[in-house]
């Protein structure tokens, strides 16, 4: 029988990819009513200004549509069927739906002002209640990263990583990030120590079993981004954060 797990932060990986569309609306939900600590979704900026959930930066893996999202006008972009009638939601939509009843990560998934225009929503939310610590802005393209922190330090960042990072844990304190996220295939204990050392916690992505969670815990890790919140939680009613 696996141990029980020490305690870990579970956030939902692009909603709840494993068991409704990502970076939809009802993949969000479903993450939030399954009693995650926070959901995970990707933000591309289009041509035309606006901000919207999708991975990919083209539409046939996970919409109806063909070619690359950005070469679509914003409004039949939006009206694309992202999974079972789900449409492309934009970040208003998201964190509407979310109302503080969980941490937010948004992954800066373009580099095209993607990062300026995120800080002006988060801002915006940050003047209607929301607290900067509820969330987190990562991405694989450090350089927008630091853009968010230049045109919002109060929000903490996070590096990402597909591989062991090569330059080490100092690099985190070049770049302003308060945690690295990192593949569960490419975790690195003396990497985690090292982060933990200097306050920056190490989460992994994506983490589907309980037996690959504690591993990961045995080197450090004390988050996770999983597709299965349900294999880690019990439902739980959820409710804005007052």
């Excluded at 694309?80 to 492309?88: I, P, S, T």
């Excluded at 800080?119 to 350089?143: K, N, T």
């Excluded at 037996?211 to 294999?231: N, V």
Aim: glycine letters at 8%.
């Amino acid at each position: 029988m696996t141990a029980p797990l020490p305690p870990l932060t579970i956030i939902g990986h692009r909603g709840a990819r494993g068991l409704a569309p990502e970076n939809t609306l009802a993949g969000i939900e479903t993450a939030l009513r399954l009693g995650v600590d926070g959901v995970e979704f990707d933000v591309q900026r289009h041509p035309d200004g606006g901000l919207f959930l999708l991975h990919d930066l083209t539409l046939e893996r996970t919409t109806n549509g063909q070619g690359l999202a950005a070469a679509q006008p914003f409004d039949t972009l939006r009206r694309l069927d992202a999974g079972h009638g789900e449409r492309v939601p934009t970040l208003h939509e998201a964190l509407d739906l979310i109302d503080r009843r969980g941490l937010v990560n948004i992954e800066l998934k373009t580099w095209n002002g993607c990062a300026a225009a995120v800080a002006e929503v988060i801002r915006a939310q940050m003047a209607q209640g929301w607290d900067a610590a509820q969330f987190i802005v990562s991405s694989f393209h450090l350089p927008e990263l630091q853009r968010f922190c230049s045109a919002l330090p109060e929000v903490p960042v996070a590096a990402l990583y597909c591989g062991v990072p090569l330059a080490g844990a100092a690099e985190l304190a070049t770049l302003g990030a308060a945690q690295v996220h990192l593949a569960d295939e490419f975790v690195d204990a003396d990497y985690v120590a090292a982060a933990a050392q200097n306050g920056r916690p190490a989460w992994a992505y994506t983490v589907n079993t309980p037996e690959a969670a504690q591993r990961l815990t045995t080197l450090g890790i004390t988050g996770i981004f999983t597709d299965h919140p349900e294999r880690f939680l019990r439902p739980v009613a959820t409710a804005p954060v007052q």
